[in-house]
């Protein structure tokens, strides 16, 4: 089993910045992805960013992301980062980590079915 402690959320204001930070522990030998998903009030499970590949150097975001939040993993720490940067208050969400354990198709890792693990979530509202 593996376990994912998300932190780093709050409350920011329009235009400011966030890192959400997720820290991997128990099984973690095997880590082939680890990513960010959101979910907003009343609204589906959206996919934020993803890192793929052993070593994780693969990066991939959803289009209301890309050019303000990046995706960092540090496998020495099991760790995984999102720095959210130009923030919206469309960006208000619960934002989860994921860990997925083994190699998928690339398309797997858009969706929540492409991960084995979650994280509890973390509280991101942005105020306008």
């Known amino acids: 089993q593996v376990q994912l402690v998300e932190s780093g959320g709050g409350l920011v204001q329009a235009g400011g910045s966030l890192r959400l930070s997720c820290a991997a522990s128990g099984r973690t030998f095997s880590t082939y992805a680890m990513g960010w998903f959101r979910r907003a009030p009343g609204k589906d499970r959206e996919f934020v960013s993803t890192?793929?590949?052993?070593?994780?150097?693969?990066?991939y975001y959803g289009d209301s992301v890309k050019g303000r939040f990046t995706i960092s993993r540090d496998n020495a720490n099991n760790t995984v980062y999102l720095q959210m940067n130009s923030l919206k208050p469309e960006d208000t969400a619960i934002y989860y980590c994921?860990?997925?354990?083994?190699?998928?198709?690339?398309?797997?890792?858009?969706?929540?079915?492409?991960?084995?693990?979650w994280g509890q979530g973390t509280q991101v509202t942005v105020s306008s």
């Open positions: 890192t793929i590949g052993w070593s994780g150097g693969t990066t």
């Open positions: 994921a860990l997925a354990a083994r190699p998928k198709y690339t398309s797997n890792y858009y969706g929540a079915g492409g991960y084995d693990f």
